[in-house]
């Protein structure tokens, strides 16, 4: 069965997020990347994004912010406002959008679905309706060529009794109940809208009382019942904290079944303080928390490895994490690939911002991007020749010589292997 979904909607006004149509207060912090950070952790499903600029400067500057936004979104993210041609949507999508929203109100975007449909593929198609009328005059079209449609705070009965399409319903309305009446029909998929987005509002509580409700949605729930771990002597469970984004292990602790609960109905760490007898939310008084991103139990049912988002120090000494002090290292060569591209990026980067005599990264970044871009396709030349020898020695130097310049080339233009990895994993 589809799990109904909760998508937040932030306007996007000259890199701020702005409080709603045609409105310029600040929503919240107005911070996107802040924002989206807070979808991110706290039980949003994907992120709606509204362009409200009106010149095709601002334009270019908002494709900009999406792509900012994109580049930190764990969740899909919908691209939406001011297109006009297929290149806005083009745009949107390798700005690394999930969907893109075609405004029905605009005749321009009716004429302009069926031909991004085609080259873009259906399933990146939404719709957004103001009336029945929109629909019903577009019917065809639009289940045609479209994936889902997004109705603007218009509530219709006969839309949802004439298409079986998805309908994502972006409301204004903030009272649960009828919140929860909304999800209870077979063709709303999803809320969007005032509650949804609010920040004061708790996703994770209100997905609780909408799955006690009867309805399908999105929520923390362990495949193994904590009757089936294997406990200490207290009724406990040790727990293994780790960085979901460098593996790094931050802490021990241990949960017990009230733990253990509170943490998958809430998505932040809950453990129990064995030195205080009592609940322990980490991050309660200091702000560090910890957002579940996973829970793995280990071959004997009597150890938990959890993968988190670790806000600020994990240690209560400041330090990130709690094993800081050495006590001994046999020195070794790490060839983890993430860890090795990354090393040798941010000595490119360093190379950049702090030149150092008789440095060939420097030389290349003093020569400028036409050097950088003649070296690059040098080496690619390079590769082809290597591939033709039976030696596997030779190609492996060229190719270290072609993701070497490619590094420096990435350092040029502003890309991260963050950005790299989120677009492969996107594919």
Avoid at 47 to 75: M, Q, R, T, Y
Avoid at 239 to 263: C, G, K, P
Avoid at 397 to 413: C, G, P, R, T
Wanted: proline residues 2%; aromatic residues 10%.
């Amino acid at each position: 069965m589809r799990k109904k979904e909760f998508i937040p909607c932030l306007y996007l006004l000259n890199g701020k997020a702005v409080a709603g149509w045609g409105q310029k207060n600040l929503f919240s912090s107005g911070d996107v990347e802040e924002l989206t950070r807070y979808y991110n952790d706290h039980g949003a499903d994907k992120l709606l994004i509204f362009d409200f600029s009106s010149s095709d400067a601002e334009h270019e500057a908002a494709i900009g912010k999406i792509k900012d936004i994109c580049s930190i979104s764990e969740i899909p993210v919908i691209g939406a406002g001011n297109i006009k041609r297929m290149e806005d949507v083009k745009k949107l999508i390798y700005a690394g959008c999930q969907k893109t929203v075609l405004n029905f109100s605009k005749e321009s975007n009716i004429e302009l679905l069926e031909e991004v449909s085609k080259r873009f593929g259906k399933e990146k198609m939404v719709v957004s309706i103001s009336s029945l009328e929109e629909f019903t005059g577009n019917r065809e079209r639009i289940e045609t060529y479209a994936d889902s449609i997004l109705s603007l705070d218009n509530f219709s009965k006969e839309l949802l009794e004439s298409t079986s399409l998805p309908v994502i319903f972006h409301t204004e309305e903030e009272n649960q109940e009828r919140l929860k009446g909304f999800l209870k029909e077979d063709n709303i998929w999803a809320l969007s809208g005032s509650f949804v987005s609010s920040p004061s509002a708790n996703l994770m509580e209100f997905k609780t009382v909408c799955k006690e409700a009867g309805i399908s949605v999105n929520t923390f729930e362990s495949r193994i019942s904590w009757q089936e771990f294997k406990l200490n002597k207290d009724g406990m469970i040790p727990v293994i904290v780790q960085d979901y984004r460098t593996e790094e292990v931050l802490m021990l602790a241990y949960m017990n079944e009230e733990a253990f609960s509170n943490t998958l109905r809430t998505g932040k760490m809950t453990y129990y303080s064995r030195s205080r007898n009592q609940l322990w939310l980490k991050g309660e008084t200091s702000g560090h928390f910890q957002y579940v991103k996973s829970l793995h139990l280990d071959c004997d049912n009597d150890t938990i490895l959890a993968k988190v988002d670790q806000i600020g120090a994990a240690c209560h000494t400041g330090n990130k994490t709690c094993f800081f002090q050495e006590l001994m290292k046999k020195e070794y060569e790490d060839t983890n690939p993430l860890k090795v591209f990354q090393s040798v990026y941010d000595v490119i980067l360093d190379r950049k911002e702090h030149p150092k005599e008789g440095s060939y990264t420097n030389y290349l970044f003093d020569k400028g991007i036409d050097k950088i871009l003649k070296k690059v396709g040098e080496e690619c030349t390079e590769i082809v020749i290597a591939a033709k020898n039976p030696d596997k020695e030779e190609i492996k130097y060229e190719i270290s010589d072609f993701l070497y310049h490619v590094m420096v080339l990435m350092a040029q233009k502003g890309v991260t292997w963050e950005d790299i990895t989120r677009e492969l994993a996107r594919r």
